[in-house]
């Protein structure tokens, strides 16, 4: 019982040294002294001012150096041009003064560019040295032209001879080769449209009435 008793008070004894010890140390202030954080860092642009953020001690917690105010970047990211021409066949260009497009500076003058041959802008196109195929020849898309700059855009391509006859005077003569062309070749709207003209008609009678004959007398 007695050897209970002192382990005991032993054990008190060294709970009394030992408490002590910690609260004297949880007293003591922080030195701030080992790592530390920045809060709040805003970095700065040409537009807004920054803000070099607040300094905590990692340790205990505290804020430590209030930050401060970054002033504004004087490095431009954005670039915009305003004013820009595109050149022509014609006309030179202008690349456009440079500005700021965060917070609107003037950076720098636009330069004048030389005119650009390829580039017709709004000018029309117009086709020259065109042929019209007929049926036995062929023709000619035509060369296309700018009429600002006279030059040539595109050449033209080979057209096909059409195999075609065209009768436009209804001769049954091909207007293009001097062909004969068989009867068959007009429309039947056409020849209907033929019979209605009265000189047209007796002579439509005429053949027919010379057929007839020609088929009694045996031919
Ligand atoms: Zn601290
Ligand atoms: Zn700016
Ligand atoms: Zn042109
Ligand atoms: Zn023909």
């Keep these: 019982m007695k050897k209970v008793f002192a382990i005991l008070m032993s054990v008190l004894l060294l709970a009394f040294c030992l408490v002590p010890a910690f609260a004297a140390d949880d007293a003591e202030p922080c030195q701030h002294l080992g790592a530390t954080e920045n809060r709040g860092y805003i970095a700065p642009t040409c537009a807004e001012e920054g803000f070099s953020g607040d300094i905590y001690c990692l340790n205990c917690g505290e804020k ?40 609107g500076a003037f950076l720098s003058h636009g330069q004048t560019t030389s005119i650009n041959p390829k580039h017709h802008g709004d000018y029309s196109l117009e086709v020259r040295n065109a042929v019209e195929p007929t ?4 023709g000619y898309s035509g060369d296309t032209y700018c009429s600002g700059c006279n030059q040539l855009v595109t050449e033209g391509i080979a057209l096909r001879p059409t195999g075609e006859h065209t009768d436009a ?12 062309l068989p009867e068959a070749t007009r429309s039947f709207k056409d020849y209907f449209l033929g019979l209605l003209n009265p000189k047209t008609f007796f002579r439509v009678l005429a053949d027919l009435f010379k057929t007839f004959i020609k088929t009694l007398a045996g031919q």
């Design 64 to 103: 430590i150096a209030d930050g401060y105010v970054l002033e504004k970047s004087q490095i431009h990211r954005n670039a915009v041009a305003e004013g820009a021409v595109q050149a022509t066949c014609t006309t030179p260009g202008f690349t456009g003064d440079r500005y700021c497009a965060d917070c």
């Design 135 to 138: 049926c036995g020849k062929g």
């Design 169 to 180: 005077d209804g001769d049954n003569v091909c207007d293009d080769c001097g062909t004969q």
